[in-house]
């Protein structure tokens, strides 16, 4: 039974002061693991103060997104306050491999066996039965992103009873929507930004599969045949509608975000970023509890570019204590999930006690220096159309993360890879007052970067390059000159990278240098870290040069990128975190 199983944290009642004067939650979760067959399986779990024993309570099973966390989503959904509201047990459980499996295992070339999350699910509602007395008549489901995913497969499989389902920014795929014929009939809430770019309004086929995102209408279709619903109640903007008239009685409603993008959304003056006016937390709070008043929000457009992030905080996160954060910054053309895939970080972040934030670039990329290049090209050779300000962006970003978690504001970390590191390169020389250090993986400075980084204040940067890096060549990037005359040189190489930062920190040319050892796992490739002497205090460069090492993120193969060799004398996420956590934000001398 879930009491009797080993607990892995109890977060105890959060001390609001003014380090952290606006929590989303006041207590973390309890974390246990429960066994599945012969596995292991997390989940967070929050127990209203008002919960007595004998007295049925509701349970909200909440699944967080693609590589996110119990602790994550308890902290951004706000449900602490909806289950003290009314009375209702939260349970957060966890992914096995960093996304559910809402079916399609095969069709999404996912690798290894498909995990059976719907076996967790049921077995996990049966332990807190055991434990907890639980109205089995109000039992609800939320998911957002591939947790909302699960949630349609759940409802189509019709296995489980839940009295009301609300999913966020995620639509249905063809093949959920395949095995939804025989679905039992239940009350569906749907919140969907219009601009989603990850959930398309209009749907898409996804790259290197057979399978399709459905549309908003083709999602709606599908539950408007399970639940009976022939005409909408209310409607309202960007398609919203309600259906409380159902011939089932399991009312249905869709709310279309203007300008919303990959979000659980949330209103609040403190909140900057993705301001529509919208509050998910509200909406499924009304849709599960009180569902005759439930009204469509009065959404409202804005000029901001809406932005999307992932967020993964360990299951030992404490909201008591001030958190260090990693912002890590995707590739071109990826996004923050690819990041979190390709990197590993979480798993280091487990282990090391640290908050995870994978951001996504406008049209999967980052505006690293078009705002100040004279000539606004970019490394495919074409002039940039991006507008965006990336670096306020992200700076921003921090003060949204603020309002959800109690992070440390002077353990502030970025890094990259590819298109990323040029981000990180710049941030390195524009937000130094937010980031306290940086890490650049395969990428080099830009030449009109390297010019605005010089007069920049000294930050500490961690460099790491593959020798034989096919995407940004290890001596720097060379485009055609359209008027045939020299190459044009976009980026510096990386012995001139290290260069610019070594002297904009006062370091001496000369340094020390250390070859790893060889494991035996990555043929053809070592590593030699590079440290220059004298650097300014606080304000150290460091140089991994992966000699024979490819496109990659050394420590973590991935075949299908085909990228050149990956290096596995070290885990790049775990070096990388070694290097963050010895520096803090304060005065550099």
Not at 62 to 72: P, T, V
Not at 199 to 225: E, F, H, N, S, Y
Not at 481 to 493: A, F, K, T, V, W
Request: glycine share 12%; proline share 6%.
């Amino acid at each position: 039974m879930l009491r009797h199983l080993a607990a892995l944290l109890f977060a105890m009642a959060l001390g609001v002061g003014a380090a952290h004067a606006q929590p989303r939650y006041d207590r973390g979760l309890e974390m246990h693991a429960i066994a599945i067959g012969l596995e292991a399986r997390s989940l967070g779990l929050y127990v209203p103060s008002t919960y007595r024993p004998g007295q049925a309570a509701p349970l909200i099973i909440a699944l967080h997104g693609r590589f996110s966390s119990a602790q994550a989503f308890h902290a951004i959904s706000g449900l602490a306050a909806v289950a003290e509201a009314r009375g209702a047990i939260v349970v957060y459980p966890e992914s096995q491999t960093g996304v559910w499996n809402g079916g399609g295992h095969a069709i999404l070339n996912r690798p290894g066996p498909p995990p059976d999350d719907a076996g967790f699910i049921t077995a996990m509602i049966d332990a807190i039965s055991a434990d907890y007395t639980i109205d089995r008549s109000r039992v609800f489901l939320t998911g957002f992103d591939s947790g909302g995913g699960l949630a349609y497969a759940l409802a189509c499989q019709g296995r489980i009873p839940f009295a009301g389902i609300a999913v966020v920014s995620v639509l249905m795929w063809d093949f959920t929507r395949d095995e939804c014929d025989t679905a039992r009939a239940t009350p569906m809430l749907i919140v969907h930004g219009r601009r989603d770019e990850q959930a398309p309004v209009g749907g898409d086929d996804a790259p290197g599969t057979t399978a399709r995102r459905l549309g908003a209408d083709a999602t709606m279709a599908v539950w408007k045949r399970v639940n009976g619903c022939d005409r909408a109640t209310t409607t309202g903007r960007e398609d919203s509608a309600i259906y409380a008239n159902c011939s089932s009685g399991a009312a249905l409603a869709y709310v279309g975000v203007p300008g919303g993008s990959h979000d659980w959304f949330h209103t609040g003056e403190r909140y900057e970023l993705n301001r529509q006016g919208v509050d998910a937390t509200a909406l499924v709070d009304t849709f599960f509890f009180d569902r005759l008043r439930f009204l469509l929000p009065q959404a409202r457009g804005t000029l901001q570019r809406a932005r999307s992030w992932i967020v993964y905080a360990p299951s030992t996160y404490d909201p008591t204590k001030p958190t260090p954060v990693v912002v890590l910054l995707h590739g071109r053309p990826s996004n923050g999930g690819g990041m979190a895939y390709l990197t590993g970080m979480n798993g280091v972040a487990e282990n090391n006690n640290f908050i995870v934030v994978y951001p996504d670039g406008i049209d999967n990329e980052w505006n690293a220096q078009f705002d100040i290049s004279a000539s606004a090209v970019s490394l495919s050779g074409r002039r940039s159309t991006l507008p965006q300000d990336d670096v306020g962006f992200l700076q921003t970003l921090m003060g949204d993360i603020a309002q959800d978690f109690n992070i440390d504001r002077s353990r502030l970390y970025l890094g990259g890879f590819s298109n990323g590191s040029f981000m990180t390169y710049r941030m390195a020389c524009s937000a130094g007052d937010t980031f306290a250090a940086f890490a650049a993986i395969s990428a080099g400075l830009y030449v009109e970067l390297a010019r605005y980084c010089s007069r920049s204040d000294p930050t500490p940067i961690l460099i790491m390059n593959g020798t034989a890096d096919g995407s940004v060549p290890y001596g720097g990037v060379l485009i055609p000159n359209r008027d045939r005359g020299d190459p044009i040189r976009i980026s510096l190489g990386v012995q001139d990278t290290v260069a610019t930062f070594a002297r904009r920190n006062g370091c001496d040319m000369a340094g020390e240098s250390t070859t790893f050892a060889e494991r035996g796992e990555s043929p053809g490739t070592n590593v030699v870290r590079f440290v220059p002497r004298n650097c300014r205090s606080g304000a150290d460069v460091v140089l991994y040069a992966i000699n024979g090492g490819g496109h990659t993120w050394p420590g973590h193969p991935r075949p299908q990128m085909e990228m050149g060799a990956t290096n596995m004398d070290m885990d790049a996420g775990e070096v990388i975190w070694d290097f963050f956590s010895q520096h803090t934000l304060g005065p550099r001398s």
